[in-house]
């Protein structure tokens, strides 16, 4: 049977490593999610067809063009971008920033595809460690109900 670990036992840093991974994984959404290289100032939000979306792999690693159409003060616009979010296809209309200087630089908002698989990873293994630490938390609680002392009968 499962022998319940001590008190001294290693298995205690099980919620403090869920608790970082957690804060990580916020962190890192919000970073990723906001990342443009578009000055704050100069970044103008619009709307965009995706005209087309070509995908190439370089050895083992995926990547996307996404080509949109835009228009910027009553002019028609066509760039590329390789801010790939989950689910986007042609024809699809995405949210896109622009720079207010440089029209034809773009970026698409929303959470792009490395985000999402990251943000899924993060709350897979967060799930597993709560259910770890559920069952851990079960059996310590049990453990204590067992070494109770039963009180003497008058």
Not at 31 to 51: F, K, L, Q, Y
Not at 72 to 90: A, C, H
Not at 93 to 118: C, M, Q, S, W
Request: hydrophobic content about 40%; charged content about 25%.
């Amino acid at each position: 049977m499962y022998r319940i670990p001590d008190r001294e036992s290693p298995w205690k840093i099980v919620p403090a490593i869920f608790a970082f991974t957690l804060i990580i994984g916020v962190l890192l959404f919000f970073v990723i999610n906001n990342r443009t290289d578009i000055p704050r100032a100069d970044r103008v939000s619009t709307s965009a067809v995706v005209m087309d979306v070509d995908r190439y792999s370089t050895g083992r690693n995926l990547h996307y063009e996404v080509f949109v159409r835009y228009t910027v003060d009553g002019l028609e616009f066509e760039s590329t971008t390789d801010d790939y979010t989950f689910g986007m296809r042609t024809g699809n209309t995405v949210k896109i920033y622009y720079d207010r200087n440089h029209p034809f630089h773009v970026r698409v908002r929303g959470l792009p595809y490395e985000t999402a698989v990251l943000l899924v990873a993060i709350l897979f293994l967060g799930s597993i460690d709560l259910l770890f630490c559920r069952r851990l938390i079960g059996q310590i609680k049990e453990e204590r109900k067992s070494k109770k002392p039963k009180s003497a009968a008058p």
